[in-house]
Structure formats: C-alpha cells, structure tokens
C-alpha cells in the first residue's frame, strides 16, 4: 500500500472530521516523513486538490453514490475523496493506480468490509465518467461546480465585479501560488538571497512589487534552506509587503501594530525602521505573541514589544501616543483563497456580513492611539467592497479629524499577487 496515498488521506480525514488546519497537518506529515521531493509534491498536490475542490469532489462522488453522500462514513469519504481526485484531476496517475491503491487504503484505513464498496464507486467512476460532467453554462451553480467555489461565493463576486471579472478571479484562485520571501534588509541583500537561491537549486526573481520581495517559482522544501532559517529572509507575500512600504514607519517612531499575528508586517516595520524606535504588536491570541517573539529574535529584532489587548481597547491604553499605527484587520480572506485551500469552503456569507462592525469597531479603537498629524493604515487580504471601502468611508462620516490620503485595491487576477486592499489616514 502506498504510504503517500495513506498520509494524504489521514489529513483529508482529519480536516473534515476534526476541523484541523490542512496546512498545519500536512506540514507535521511532510516533517515525520522522509519523503522524496516528488512525494512531497504529490502528497501537497493530493491534499490540497481534494480539498480545494471540496463540494465539486463532493458533487462528483454522489453521482456513484446508492446512498445520500451524508451517509458515507468519514473515514471511507476520505478515501474516494483522495481516489476521485486522482481520477478526475491528475492526467498522470493511472486509473488503474487510482483504484487499485485506494482499494487496498481502505482496507487498512477503513476495515476490509468497506474495500468492496470503495472499489465499487471508484470503477464505476472509471467505466462512467461523463456521467459527472460539470455542467457547462454561466449560471452561478455552473461556476461554482466546474472552478471549485461555494455558489454563494461566486453570486457575491458577480454582484460586485460582473461576471468576466470573476471568472478570471475564480480561475486565479485555483493556480498554485509561489513562495514569497522578503529579505531582512537589516542583515544582507536582496541579490545575496538570490544567490543563496540559486545556489539551492532554485528558480527566484526579484518582485517588481517590493525592493526587498523574491518569488520562488520552482523549489522544493526550503526548510534546509540556511539563511530563512538564521533570519536573513522570513516567508511573507509580496502584496502584504506592500502594507509597511505605505505606512513608511522612521527609525525613532513610536508604532503600533493593533491586529499584529502573525507578525510578518511587524517585523516589516521594523526592518524598516532599521531595529530603532518601538512597536506596540498587539493581539487577542497569547500563543500567537510568542510566535511573533520568536520570528523577532530569528531576525534580530528587538523592538518589538508583544501585547495581549483586543485592539479595540488600544485608544485607553496609548491615548494620542503613536506616529503610526497598523490595522490589518481581521477579514474573509477571500483575496488569498489559492493560497488557502480550505478557506473558501469555512467561510459563510453570515460570518462576512457580519465582518464589517468588528473591523469598524477595530478601526476606531486604534485610530485613538494616533497623535495629531499621525499616520493610520487600515488593511485587509480581501477583496469586496463591504469590507474595504465602505468600512473606511462610514469611518471617515464619524470621524472629521481623519482625512484619506490613498486607498487601492490589488485584484489577484489583475496584479498576479495575493488580493489585498489598503487605505492611509491622516489624523490632521
């Protein structure tokens, strides 16, 4: 039996049945293991796919199905999950393969009496595949099925960006993303790192986005990858790069970064600020402070100053105290859904309607931490207009003393980066 195969579906298991994160279970898999780099490749592929493709798999597998697909047992969901999307999606695994390893899976994973009806649905798939053809029209269903996006999701995006628009989004969405490193300008160079690059084996150019961003478009596992791991480079997406470059923090400023983990913007800022000054990276999660503690002190920072406080109440602790303040606030994330292969299927349209007050109520608590002529840069990696411009402008209406200097939008489709949204205030 394949050990790759059986990994893969442990992790597909354990996301549906147990909600863990697919990029924290692969990780700890892919660090057991001692795979070779195209096992690595194919078990990321496996994993991810399947559940990108979510309940487009889902849609394809009840069509085999004698039972209502909510009555399969997790564990044996798993399996045709992992087989269907060999089936369907990977052109270079045999049919055969696909059957024969899932068969011999589920014996081990799920019991020998569950195999029958494993390679059951899995033949018949293979005799009959157009029998789960997507269907081919415009309407939002359609869209949603054949790109891999819940429909709701796919109605909002029409509404707000008409439908060629989203069909390039919804396509963006299911590319592989590169890996984005930004170079510690306080330790070395952007073209030492690219060296570093090369001589590693890997294919990297410089971002046209950030002077201190690279993009890794071929690579393996970089985690042997000396100067990430000595703090010369951390992992950060050159869109999000963009946030601490617009806030334009000085050395000898006094900072805050109000929504701060997991840290990458902090640390930006303060390399930025060349380690001199103070910043204040608050945030609700006290796990995730010391995160933030430990990137610090791997890239040699030290004036970061970790704070456990709601953001919201930032304005009573540092009243009319700071240059600059950060708020990248919490959001749908859906500008980094390629990135996030599970994010489009845990997101609900309630939860975004409901984003907006929480992010407004953040946006004012911080915005009192700012002296008069200070600096306030409020951010998000999501696209729609409910969660970006009109939380500015509403809090613009209530608040006379702001004034918006700047507001854009990165679409991921259009600048081939991450989706991100940022608008700079001036406290006059």
């Known amino acids: 039996m394949d050990k790759v195969r059986l990994a893969a579906t442990k992790i597909l298991y354990d996301v549906a049945a147990n909600g863990a994160y697919s990029n924290v279970a692969l990780s700890q898999v892919l660090r057991q293991e001692k795979f070779s780099d195209l096992d690595r490749k194919f078990c990321t592929e496996l994993v991810y796919g399947a559940i990108k ?3 487009s798999l889902d849609w394809k597998i009840s069509k085999y199905l004698n039972r209502p697909i909510n009555k399969v047992d997790a564990k044996i969901l798993a ?3 992992a087989g269907f999307y060999q089936i369907f999606f990977l052109d270079k695994v045999p049919n055969s393969a696909a059957v024969n390893e899932s068969v011999e899976l589920s014996k081990k994973f799920c019991g020998i009496g569950e195999s029958k009806f494993v390679n059951g649905v899995l033949r018949s798939a293979v005799r009959e595949p157009n029998k789960s053809d997507f269907p081919t029209g415009d309407d939002v269903q359609s869209l949603a099925l054949r790109t891999f996006h819940p429909a709701w999701l796919v109605k909002l ?6 439908l060629d628009a989203t069909k390039k989004i919804l396509d963006f969405d299911n590319t592989s993303p ?13 073209e030492k790192i690219l060296d570093a690059l090369k001589n590693f084996g890997v294919q990297a150019e410089p971002s046209t986005f950030a002077p201190e961003g690279i993009i890794c478009n071929g690579h393996g596992a970089l985690d042997k990858f000396q100067p990430l791991r000595t703090g010369l480079c951390q992992v950060q997406d050159e869109s999000s790069m963009t946030a601490a470059r617009i806030l334009n923090p000085k050395a000898g400023e006094f ?25 204040i990276a608050a945030d609700i999660y ?7 503690s430990q990137n610090a002190q791997r890239l040699g920072i030290k004036i970061i100053e970790p704070l456990l406080l709601d953001a919201r109440k930032l304005g009573e602790k540092f009243p009319n105290q700071a240059d600059k303040v950060l708020v990248d606030a919490p959001c749908s994330g859906l500008g980094v859904l390629r990135r996030k292969a599970d994010l489009r299927w845990k997101k609900t ?4 309607k409901n984003l907006p007050t929480l992010q407004g109520e953040i946006l004012s608590g911080a915005a009192k931490t700012l002296k008069v002529g200070g600096t306030l840069l409020y ?30 939008t990165l679409l991921p489709h259009v600048t081939n980066t991450d989706g991100f949204f940022s608008a700079k205030l001036i406290r006059k």
């Open 157 to 162: 995006f029409v509404e707000e960006f008409g």
């Open 53 to 55: 493709a979510g309940a």
């Open 349 to 352: 349209l309630d939860e975004i």
């Open 79 to 81: 399996v045709l999950r």
């Open 286 to 292: 006290e796990t995730k402070l010391e995160h933030i």
């Open 379 to 408: 951010s998000t990696c999501t696209i729609t207009k409910q969660e970006n411009q009109d939380v500015v402008e509403k809090f613009l209406a209530t608040h006379a003393e702001f004034e918006l200097v700047e507001m854009k």
């Open 255 to 279: 900072v805050i970064d109000a929504c701060a983990a997991p840290g990458g913007k902090s640390t930006h800022l303060a390399e930025l600020m060349q380690n001199r000054g103070r910043i």
């Open 178 to 190: 590169p890996l984005c490193l930004r170079v510690n300008f306080l330790k070395t160079t952007r």
